[in-house]
Structure formats: C-alpha cells, structure tokens
C-alpha cells in the first residue's frame, strides 16, 4: 500500500494595490460639512474620530480603497444608483458634470436625482464646483474599478423582428486613419498655438490628405471634421502626443503598435463615447465653449438600450428617438445648459449616432425594417464586449494573402486580410496612401527608414510583405528595400555635435596632428575642411583663431556679397554656415582663391541652367538672394535668365535725335 504524498495547498493570490486617491477626490470630499462626512463614515462601518472635515474626508477615501469595500456598498444601493455608476467605466473620463450624468441617467429611465445623491452619500462619488463654473462628480478609484455597466429596468422602446439588407463594417476604418495619422506626424511633427489649435500649415497639410479626409466608402452616415476627430483620438489613446517643453505634437515610438494595436477596437470604441467636444452633426466644437454639447452623454444609454436586445431583435432609430423623448424631453438640444430646443431632429442624431461612429467602430450592425424599410440597429459581438456585457469575439476567418505588390512599389491590400494588429505591423514600414474597399499603399525610402528607426532589419519587413503576399515579391522591391536600408546603416546620428570647419585642407591636418591626446573621444574627420566634435569640452580652443560660430537652430544668416559686375559671389567666411556651400554650387562655380580668407563665386549662364535642371525656378532664385545676400536678384543675372527663356523678347534699338541751341534760354 503506498500513500500519496498530499497535493500542496495553492499559494493565496496577493490583491492588487490599491489605486492612490486622487487629490482632487479628498479635497472634494473635505468641502462637505462634518456632520455628512461623520453619516457617510458609519454607513461605512468606521466610527467617526473627531469633527475635523479633513480627518473625515481621508477616512472615507482610505476606507474605500480597502479591498472589498467598495463592493459591500454597491450591494446596499438601489438599481438606479448602480446603474448611474456603471456609465462611468464606458468612457475614458473619470470626471462627469452633474447635467451631462442626469441626462445619460434620464435616458435610461432613472430619476438622476436620488440616484445620484445616493452615490455622493456613499462617498463613491463627490460633487466639485467645476472651473466653467458648473458642478461635476468624480468617482472614487475604486468605485470606478468595480463600476459594471448595467441594463436598463424600465420598460424599453418596441422592437423590431423582420429585417433585410443586414451591414456590418469591419471597424478598421477608424484604426486605418489614425494609422495614417500617425505617419504624417511621424514624418513632419505639427505645430501648436498657445491657444492648443494646429498652425494652419499643418492643418491644410491634414485636411488635404485623402487618407485622412478622403471619403469612407462604407459609410451610413457622414462623419464631420473628421481630421480633428482623428487628432483627439490618437492624443487620447498615446499614438501622438505634445512634446515636452516645445509646440510640437510628436508621434508614439513605433513600438507603441506591436504593444497596443489588438487593444484598440476597445479603446476607440471608449474614447468616441467620452468625446465630449465633439457632435455627430456639428463636428468638433471651438476651444473654450461654454456650454457642454448634450449628445455625448446620450450615448451611453443608446447603446445600453440596444444591450437589451434578444436573439434576432432590433430597435428602429426612430422608436429610439422617440422613446428617449418620453424619458427625458429635451435631450436632443445642442448644449447641457442650453433651451431645450433641438438643433436637429431626434431621429437624424439617433441615425448620425448610431450608424456613424459606431457603425465605423464595429459595435453596431444595421439593417432595415421588413416590410417598411425603417432603419433598425442591434449590437455586434464587438459591441457588447466594449460595454463589459459579453465576452471577446472571436477572430472570423482571415484572407491570409491579401497583398498585391507591384514592381513600381505600390501595394494593393484587400480589407479581407487585415486586422489591428496586421494594420500595425505594416504601419511601421508601408505608407497608407488612399483608404477604400481596396486600400492604396506605398513603399517609399522614408517609410523603410521609418521600419529600421522601429527596430526591424531589412528581412523582417521583406518576410512580413512576403508572408501577406499574394504573389511572390518582384526582385526589384526586395533589391531597394535592402539598399535603402544599407544606405540608411552608413549614416551615423548624432543627437548633439559640434563642427569645426577650417580654412583649407592644410589647416585641418595641422589642427588634428595637434590635437591634445588625453584619452577623450578624438574628433572624426566629416568632409575635407570639417570635423565633428562630439563633446565640446575637449577642444582645445586656445589653439584655434575662431573666426565665426553659429547655431543652426536659427534661421540662415546674410553671409553673401554681389560684387560690382553683379555676377560675382563673395562669401563672408565669419557669418557662413554648413549649408551656404551646397546653396552656392547649385547657381555658382568657385573661382580660384585669392587669399585663404576669401572665397568668390561666379554665376554664369551654364550654371542657371544647371540650377534649372535640378528645379530651381527663379522665384526661388530671387528668394535665395533675399535671404543670402539681403538684396534682390542682380540685374546681370536678370539679364543671363533673359537670354536664358526660350523665346527671349529682342531688345528695341533707335537712333535718337538731339537739338543743340546756343544757350538755355533758347532751348527754354
């Protein structure tokens, strides 16, 4: 007989710990009187200590964030309370005006008022004199990790069984322009104003953009402003953000989209339905607006009362609009505090609600009415997974080879092969150029830069295009995208250098056989007359006569002189930067040196037109001029692009006739 030797006991699971409360919760929770502070804290099974406010503040906060507590509250609120909690988690705001969560409550057949007080009683959420001087709640960060989104109790609107014409997007839109998105800044950083607006530079450069403003080819409902909509979605979610101590928005490292692209159906789907500055007929409302936009609290309860739902029932947009306004008259007004007068018809904003973002989200599928042809809605799989009302869908089969790439190094991508994550991989190294049911991209020398700037070597994105490839890749594509690459590798970055540019050649060997050897970086030898200095400290600056120094964080300097023949260049050495030498050899040849400290340029015709050939114009000639040479085009080299033009208009001669008189009188 043999004994088993005893299963060990599993090790107890550590609870996680607990979120630190937020100062703006505390100082909240101190600004109610003693007397409610002392109420709420025996609710709580803690006998009060004293009468100070703040003491009572913090013994609620650290009594919440007990584990466990907070649960045993919610089991003792009534229906309505719970479900004006569970609205908070939908969202990606923690902080809600009490107008914009009595509306939302409202809509979900709830009285706000006791619901709402009884949260505040509870200390689950405290009420605080907003900066535009309205009233907002807050929860606390417990309240907020326990929250569920609940259905609603009260008697919903009819429902509808028979349907046709079933649409349902793949949700990839929204993800395919932030994906865009994210390129544009990652090649060119925008800029911002004080106020937080784009400079308009930046915002043409967007607006223009046909994968970022082009139109959606599977859209119910237009989507407006969309390229701001896009903008705060990517801030929302860490795809682009604001530089530190700049102007700038910069893009996320690339690495943000391996890590975070299968989140992002969820997290979109979250950051829609807390945008609270945007409306989905009016677009994206100006900074600084005083009255809150209504619609964004609506949408919570729209999408909870299509949870309702069973099996193959669906709710008609106008049943929705109509049951809302038996619920809550006035909800379709423009702002919170506004007259409750509405803007746009209560079906048209349940129909822009539904069928716009949320359709392109994923979390709604659509259909019309059997017979009738009224638009009817239900929730995807997708969408009850976002509210926390059901599990993840699955993945559905996938179009493996879905990639077409062509020897011109366009790729043609069939929307059946793509995923979030599929989209972020190609992200880091293809260029979305054009989105639609067929979507457009380009492999481009920057783009692969862009790929090994990410981490990933030449093979890696070959096999990743090979892996999605319809058809084997033409020799031509894999031969660039290695000697892009290479050329890439023979560049070396430095984040902060110091250049030091000698008179001749002679000068420079001279400087470097005398440079001090004490063990430090040496400099490298960049160009003939260049080195690069890495640390500064280790020039020996008593050695050198400096001439000139120049920072190349500001604008170019007037380093340039017209000469008297007007076709003649000198350069001031002492005001010249690195630039002014590859600006010169475009118009101008360099003459032989008179002296080591002087340096001449001649313009001719042939090197015009070597400056033609390579696209300068002559409006940027005469601009190079202005900034160079402070003055404007030299009316020799006017002359030299005169008889430069293919059909040059022929000077006018006469023979002029002159009258002598004997004195001026006369002639007077």
């Known amino acids: 007989m043999s004994l088993a030797a005893p299963e060990p006991e599993p090790e107890p699971v550590p609870e996680p710990e607990p979120e630190p409360v937020p100062d703006a919760y505390r100082e909240a929770l101190r600004a109610r009187d003693a007397t409610s502070l002392a109420a709420t804290l025996l609710a709580l099974g803690e006998e009060p200590r004293g009468r100070r406010p703040a003491a009572l503040a913090d013994a609620i906060a650290d009594r919440l964030a007990e584990p466990g507590a907070v649960r ?77 989104p609940a259905l609603p109790i009260a008697e919903g609107p009819p429902k509808v069984s028979r349907v046709a014409q079933v649409r349902e997007a793949d949700g990839l839109e929204p993800i395919l322009r932030l994906a865009a ?52 979605w990517a801030r929302g979610v860490g ?41 989905e007929r009016v677009g994206m409302q100006d900074a600084g607006a005083e009255t809150p936009l209504a619609l964004p609290f609506v949408r919570p309860a729209a999408l909870l009362w299509l949870a309702t739902l069973d099996g193959d029932e669906w709710l008609a947009v106008d049943d929705l609009a109509a049951h809302f306004d038996r619920l809550a008259p006035g909800w379709d007004r423009a702002g919170l505090a506004g007259p409750p007068v509405a803007t746009h018809g209560g079906d048209d904003l349940i129909a822009a609600m539904l ?4 359709y392109q989200l994923g979390l709604v599928r659509a259909a019309e009415e059997a017979p009738g042809g009224r638009r009817v809605a239900r929730l995807t799989d997708l969408g009850r997974s976002v509210l926390g009302l059901g599990p993840a869908p699955r993945t559905g089969e996938v179009l493996e080879k879905f990639l077409y790439i062509q020897p011109n190094f366009e790729v043609i991508a069939y929307r059946q092969g793509l995923s979030p994550l599929v989209i972020g991989h ?40 090979a892996l999605h490839a319809a058809r084997p890749l033409p020799p031509g594509v894999a031969g660039a995208v290695r000697t892009w690459a290479s050329r890439r590798e023979r560049v070396a970055y430095h984040a902060d250098a110091t250049l030091i540019e000698f008179a001749t050649a002679e000068a420079l060997e001279a400087a470097l ?14 160009a003939e007359r260049l080195v690069l200095v890495e640390d500064p400290a280790t020039i020996p600056w008593d050695r050198f006569r400096l001439a000139g120094s120049r920072s190349y964080r500001q604008e170019p300097e007037t380093c340039v002189e017209v000469e008297p023949d007007g076709v003649t260049l000198a350069l001031d050495l002492g005001r010249s930067d690195l630039f002014v030498d590859a600006e010169l050899a475009r118009v101008a040849d360099e003459l032989p040196r008179a002296s080591p400290s002087r340096r001449q340029f001649r313009v001719t015709a042939e090197t015009l037109a070597r400056a033609a050939a390579e696209g300068m114009a002559a409006a940027q000639l005469e601009r190079w001029f202005e900034r160079r040479a402070g003055t404007g085009l030299p009316p020799a080299i006017r002359l030299l692009l005169h008889a430069m033009a293919p059909r040059p208009a022929p000077f006018a001669t006469s023979r002029p006739v002159v009258l002598h008189a004997p004195t001026p009188e006369l002639l007077d």
């Open 181 to 232: 998105l994210w390129q544009r800044v990652d090649e060119l950083p925008l800029r911002q104003t004080q106020q937080g607006s784009l400079y308009k530079r930046d915002r043409e450069r967007l607006e223009d953009d046909p994968a970022l403003a082009g139109t959606i080819a599977d859209a119910l409902e237009p989507l407006p402003d969309m390229v701001p909509l896009w903008l705060s």
């Open 239 to 279: 795809l682009i953000a604001p530089e530190a101590d700049s102007d700038r928005i910069v893009a996320a490292p690339a690495s943000s989209w391996p890590e975070h692209a299968a989140d992002l159906p969820a997290s979109l789907a979250a950051r829609w339905l807390g945008a609270r500055a945007w409306h």
């Open 426 to 465: 190609l992200t880091r190294f293809v260029r979305w150029s054009r989105l639609g049911g067929a979507i457009e991209l380009r492999l481009t020398p920057e783009s692969v830069y862009r790929g090994l700037e990410g981490g990933l070597s030449p093979e890696q994105m070959l096999d990743r295009l």
């Open 513 to 526: 056989a005398d440079w001090p050897a004490d063990g430090r970086p040496a400099p490298e030898r960049v």
């Open 355 to 358: 069928l716009g973002p949320a």
């Open 72 to 148: 045993g509250v919610l089991e003792t609120l009534p229906p309505g309370a719970r479900l004006a909690l569970g609205l908070f988690p939908m969202v990606d705001e923690a902080a809600w005006p009490v107008a914009g969560l009595g509306l939302g409550v409202r809509c979900l057949g709830v009285e706000p008022m006791p619901a709402i007080a009884a949260l505040i009683a509870s200390g689950l959420l405290v009420n605080r004199a907003a900066a535009d001087g309205h009233h907002d709640v807050i929860p606390h960060p417990s309240a907020l990790a326990a929250a569920r």
